[in-house]
């Protein structure tokens, strides 16, 4: 027996018709308040209520379960199959993948929906090669979407991370592009982590994904791997350091920038950049756990006591650095953040708070 079609809604049309619309656009959602509702859009912007949002994904939810078998019988057809006797499945197939679309609009983790998504774009693998590449790149925009719009949880969502992770290693290894390009894909994957670490503090599953994407990238260069890895690296410290700056709270992205340091192993680079967030912590007064976690962890990581030892200058003299510097290689314990922390404090009682030149 035929399975009858739910009422399609004003909100499910809405949503239809934006996401019809798309292309390789990147969209920002937002969830209104009721009295701005139920929807509302700026070009780019979309700003929805969330009650309109759950009657869309109520139909959206219906409509794909019910169509899915049917799309199955089609083998799978797809809307860049453009073949005349496949015109019935290409509808199917774009009712199937906006629906998916508004799905994972209201749960960012719904699994099938996602995993349907992935056997569609697998599909295409048949076909030639420019309509993947555009099917990807179209897949990568919708990701960009969700995951840098101020959404609940779709910025820190483990299943579009690995969804986007999945489109991007696709490219890279379809496109094969040189470095110059592969050094472009990087800052806009940093460009997509940095927004979302703002809009979700704390967002390790963006600054994961990062580090993943930083790793596949690298190991794209094949022979010259090691060196991608070390310029890739050095290329997004500047700006990884900033970020931090910008969010000192953020452990996440302090973690990151550790991860980046050791990426490159030059002594001066890391000293340097260590040193700025001390100066940072101690010109502004900051005694929250983060930077000063991230300062104990380089030190010690990088045996950086050795390479300050004998040096006196504004902001490792305030850290008394030379006199702990005796304490490594012996059985003593590892000394922890707080020490840092109480040796700044004495600094803070002593003189009054102010910027170095």
């Known amino acids: 027996m035929t399975v009858q079609c739910p009422p399609q809604t004003d909100a499910f049309r809405d949503l239809f018709r934006i996401f ?61 199959d453009t073949s005349a006797s496949n015109s019935g499945g290409d509808v199917l197939d774009k009712k199937l993948a906006i629906a998916s679309e508004i799905i994972l609009l209201f749960d960012c983790e719904h699994l099938t929906a996602c995993n349907w998504r992935k056997r569609r774009l697998s599909a295409l693998f048949r076909l030639n090669l420019e309509a993947l590449l555009r099917a990807l790149d179209v897949e990568l925009s919708l990701m960009t979407t969700y995951l840098c719009s101020p959404l609940h949880r779709h910025t820190k ?79 997004i410290l500047n700006s990884a350091l900033d970020w931090c700056l910008a969010h000192p709270a953020d452990i996440s992205g302090l973690m990151f920038l550790l991860y980046l340091l050791d990426v490159v192993p030059d002594t001066t680079l890391r000293s340097d950049t260590v040193g700025k967030l001390i100066r940072f912590a101690l010109d502004i007064g900051w005694e929250g756990e983060s930077i000063w976690t991230f300062i104990d962890l380089a030190i010690r990581k990088f045996q950086l006591l050795k390479l300050v030892d004998d040096s006196q200058s504004y902001p490792w003299s305030v850290l008394g650095i030379a006199s702990s510097a005796g304490s490594q290689g012996d059985s003593k314990p590892i000394v922890s953040w707080r020490i840092w922390l109480d040796r700044a404090r004495v600094h803070w009682a002593t003189e009054p708070i102010q910027n170095h030149a």
């Open 157 to 235: 969502s483990p299943t579009l991370w690995q969804h986007r992770q999945w489109v991007q290693s696709h490219l890279v290894r379809l496109r094969k592009p040189s470095f110059n390009k592969i050094e472009g894909l990087f800052q806009t994957e940093l460009s997509v982590v940095l927004r979302a670490g703002e809009l979700h503090p704390r967002n390790y599953y963006a600054f994961t994904h990062l580090r993943q994407i930083h790793r596949m990238l690298s190991e794209s260069g094949e022979v010259e791997g090691e060196k991608w890895r070390l310029q890739l690296g050095r290329s």
């Open 20 to 80: 019809a619309n798309r292309e390789d656009r990147v969209l920002e959602f937002e969830i209104l308040p009721p009295a701005f509702g139920p929807i509302l859009e700026d070009g780019s912007s979309i700003g929805i209520t969330k009650k309109y949002l759950v009657q869309a994904f109520v139909v959206a939810r219906r409509v794909f379960f019910d169509n899915l078998a049917d799309f199955k019988s089609t083998g799978g057809a797809t809307l860049l």
